[in-house]
């Protein structure tokens, strides 16, 4: 007995549902879906995504697999253009908050928009110098994503006032 050389229809629907429900139904669920019995569904599930036991349906699925990617594909220049289109078709519409969002979207994807933030809180029992040893080391680990122009002052650290103990929350 040879492989055979095209997919049955309970193995085409398992693999179409497969990539249909990707990361939303196990693949236990799309086998019972498919036709499986659910006794041996998940059995079945392992054995079709198996290259060994059944390589023409892990083929077709890794083949479904890559026209999907390539269909949701996203690339800069592509996203900035779907961006685009959304913030036109919100101004058509009149759909002013929307188009404004799209529009701040593309600044973003841009790189136009820094909400990094950064919170340093003072810790108890710490001298200033180690503060600024603190803050020089999380400069240099978030080196990658500052601006590389970026002067550091170090000696301003130390002679600012006596600050009490920030919080990230603004009401308290």
């Keep these: 007995m040879g492989v055979p050389k095209r997919l049955t229809e309970k193995q085409l629907k398992f693999a179409n549902l497969i990539i249909a429900h990707e ?6 669920e799309c086998a019972i ?7 041996s569904a998940y059995v079945r599930a392992s054995e079709l995504q198996n290259p060994k036991k059944y390589p023409l349906v892990v083929e077709y699925i890794g083949e479904r697999r890559t026209e999907m990617l390539k269909k949701y594909d996203i690339s800069f ?18 759909a002013w908050t929307a188009a404004g969002n799209m529009e701040v979207s593309r600044g973003k994807a841009a790189g136009y928009y ?23 080391e999380a400069l240099e680990h978030y080196q990658p994503i500052i601006d590389r122009n ?6 301003e650290l130390s002679s600012s006032p006596n600050v009490e103990e920030s919080s990230s929350d603004p009401q308290t």
């Design 114 to 136: 820094n909400n990094q933030q950064i919170h340093l809180h003072k810790h108890e029992g710490l001298s200033q110098e180690e503060i600024d040893k603190k803050v020089v």
């Design 150 to 155: 970026a002067e550091v002052v170090t000696d």
């Design 23 to 28: 990361g939303r139904k196990t693949a236990t």
């Design 77 to 94: 220049n592509g996203h900035m253009v779907e961006l685009g289109k959304l913030r036109d078709e919100f101004r058509e519409n009149k």
């Design 33 to 39: 879906l498919a036709g499986y019995d659910e006794e």
